[in-house]
């Protein structure tokens, strides 16, 4: 099918962007249109007006400063998962990135929207969830900051405005002592995952746990921070087999996974658990490491 008529700017600036975007009601911002365009194709999108931001180069950058990253939201997840700078500062976006979809999809798809489209699903906002990061949106003449834990409303739902162009992603630099695992299940390679869980840790100079961070995709409507069932791993020095298995209990009964087709409510709690399990495994491993992730 082909989509429904709209209109097309291609923007030349931030400013031209956010001004066309307030300038019809039903604008979109057309990024890697991996999502928004077969959703226009069958007819469950119909936007007016088609803002086009693949012509902005300020919002493609990667830079360190001040103990934050910042990704400009049109960082491609081809980008994320290659380029050698991101590889080395940021290299779970590396691992993150290299899960989403084929090729085709990541040299298209765009780090910014993935987090705006915001499906429960997808890989992305979780990791954004467990590295408590936060996105800049601007609007005519004003930008404001919002936190992973405030982004994510609903299934396909975000607190930006329709007006609002998500412009920037911000998450903690990496520390000494940080590590950090993405484990999902896919049927088929190229999948949506069925689930998938995001554990950041972070260790102190004698090896304790000082602090972890857990997020599920796919455990429910949203991205879901699960965090609190790690506190237990608090000030321990070492990770048992048991403590592994003992976080995955933890993260399959915080859960609240839907039930379809891809699998029953149940079967994605079993899948919590053994995902959360393997991945707080590779953290500590990666937070005991020089290179940690
Ligand atoms: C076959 C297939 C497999 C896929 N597999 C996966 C997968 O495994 N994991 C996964 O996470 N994703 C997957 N995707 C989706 C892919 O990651 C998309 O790239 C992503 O969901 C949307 O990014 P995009 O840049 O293409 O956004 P678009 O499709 O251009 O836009 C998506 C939505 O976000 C809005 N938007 C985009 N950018 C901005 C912005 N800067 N500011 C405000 N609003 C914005 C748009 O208006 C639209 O509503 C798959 C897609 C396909 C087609």
Not at 143 to 167: M, Y
Not at 212 to 219: E, K, N, W
Request: glycine share 12%.
């Amino acid at each position: 099918m082909k989509p429904p008529r709209f209109d097309y700017v291609a923007a030349g600036s931030v400013g031209e962007a956010t001004e066309a975007l307030a300038s019809a009601e039903d604008s979109r911002v057309l990024a890697g249109g991996q999502s928004l365009v077969p959703l226009m194709n069958l007819r469950l999108a119909r936007p007016s007006l088609l803002v086009d931001v693949n012509h902005l180069g300020a919002l493609s950058g990667f830079e360190s400063h001040n103990g934050t990253l910042r990704f400009g939201a049109m960082c491609r997840h081809r980008f994320l998962e290659t380029d050698p700078d991101v590889r080395q500062k940021a290299p779970i976006f590396a691992e993150v990135a290299e899960l989403i979809g084929h090729v085709g999809i990541r040299n298209r798809g765009t780090l910014g929207g993935s987090l705006a489209h915001a499906d429960p699903v997808a890989e992305l906002p979780a990791l954004l969830v467990a590295l408590e990061g936060r996105v800049i949106v601007a609007s005519t003449g004003s930008e404001r900051a919002i936190p992973a834990a405030e982004l994510f409303a609903g299934p396909f739902t975000t607190g930006l405005e329709p007006d609002e162009l998500l412009t920037t992603v911000e998450v903690p630099a990496h520390r000494d002592g940080d590590g950090g695992a993405f484990s999902e299940f896919v049927r088929r390679h190229g999948d949506f995952a069925t689930a998938g869980v995001a554990v950041i840790l972070h260790r102190d100079g004698f090896g304790a746990c000082e602090q972890v961070r857990v997020a599920g995709c796919g455990l429910g409507p949203t991205p879901m921070d699960l965090s609190a069932a790690g506190d237990f791993l608090r000030g321990e020095s070492s990770l048992t087999d048991g403590a592994a298995e003992e976080l995955g209990r933890r993260v399959a009964a915080a859960a609240d996974p839907p039930g379809d087709v891809h699998g029953s409510k149940d079967y994605r709690r079993e899948l919590a658990a053994v995902l959360a399990a393997d991945a707080v495994r590779r953290a500590w491993a990666r937070a005991g490491s020089a290179g940690g992730a």
